[in-house]
């Protein structure tokens, strides 16, 4: 039974063939159309998600399917202390795949282990999310013709950041990318990704604290935000939150073709004054998201 | 200084010097009531000096322990006075349910009869990370 609860749970030749797929779904929708009938997609989101849990559904019914779940843990059997394991056995009972978003870290990777059907992770609290990663990839292909040679702004929230981490992953597999970490000292790469990642592959890599210095030599910028919820202390989410903040002053000092990226959703670190310029894709990604979750859905259903 | 020969146990040997104490404290063989021997600073060609523990009882020991205290030992499995099988412990590649995953966000604080698991990332430090979190695994306790 083939999960996807990693990035790296996919070859690149994968990564490669979904990208295809997705392009091939944006360029004839309608003959994809029909390819999940009969097939249902369960989403079971134990924290509020609207945005992921949306794109999985769209995704499903824009491939013919169906869809059932539930949006958050109290409307679940999961409120009477069901645990993960059994949730699975029983949903695999009604689904053909199943979406899953999780606050616990690892919580998709336990579903995968006793599921009948393919999990994929929708997110579990800071640590995967590979289908945000997927909708990058994607932006990312047709933004910049290919993923070589790039060198990549990482900006925000990098400790906490699991979009971030699962980019990093994921671009480590391709030729001559540099990553340039733009973040306050509190809110660094995590050591682990330095070494099991960057160090390993031997990936070029600069760390500075100030967005307008490096943003020159960007050929992509990926905003994140600074999220309230993976902080202990309201105190240190109150002083950090406005560190990073992108305007269009700030953009004026970058390429011509840098494409601005974001997982949304934004708070402030993307001013809304640089939605209009050609250069942000972030709501471009959102879309992207879609197509590749379609993929991954016909890749894993095996239709 | 002579140690009685062991007719069925088990002699843990080639015990980095000074690591004995640990592998004693860490199997509690203290709350054995067979005869358990330990030598410090033997004579070693291969190490130069070593520790040795004797134990006077077939037991079962816990070899992932063993290689994350303390990897090259060498454990004796002794029968009828001579050795029936020998292991060479190493670091073992994953570690289950020994040690805990200290991070709160983890699902192994909140699912039932989840087993704790740890996968050996980095060798040369001998780290180990939650296969589900990623959390690096504190070992001093067993230390």
Redesign the interface.
Known sequence: MRSVIDIMDLSVEEIDSLTETAESIIKDPAAFSDRCRGKKLATLFYEPSTRTRLSFEAAMYELGGQVIGFSEASNSSVAKGE???DTVRVVGCYADIIAMR??????P??ASRYSSVPVINAG????NHPTQTLADLLTIKREKGGFDGLTVGLCGDLKFGRTVHSLISAMSRYKNVRFVMISPSELRIPD?VK??TLDKNRIPYTEVTDLESVIGELDVLYMTRVQKERFFNEADYIRLKDSYILTSEKLAGAKADLSVMHPLPRVNEISTDVDSDPRACYFKQVLYGKYMRMALILMLLGV | MIIGQIIDGIVLDHITAGRGVDIYETLRLGELDCTVAMIFNADSVKMGRKDIIKIGTPIDIDLDVLGIIDPGITVNYISNGKVAKREHISLPATIRGILKCK?P??????????TQEFRL??EENKVY????????ADTSSLK
């Open positions: 645990s993960v394991a999780h606050p616990k870290e690892g919580a990777l336990v579990d609290g800071g640590h682990y070494i099991n | 991070n966000r983890c699902i192994t604080t909140i699912e039932q009869g989840l990332c980095d990370r939650c296969v589900y979190c990623e959390t690096k």
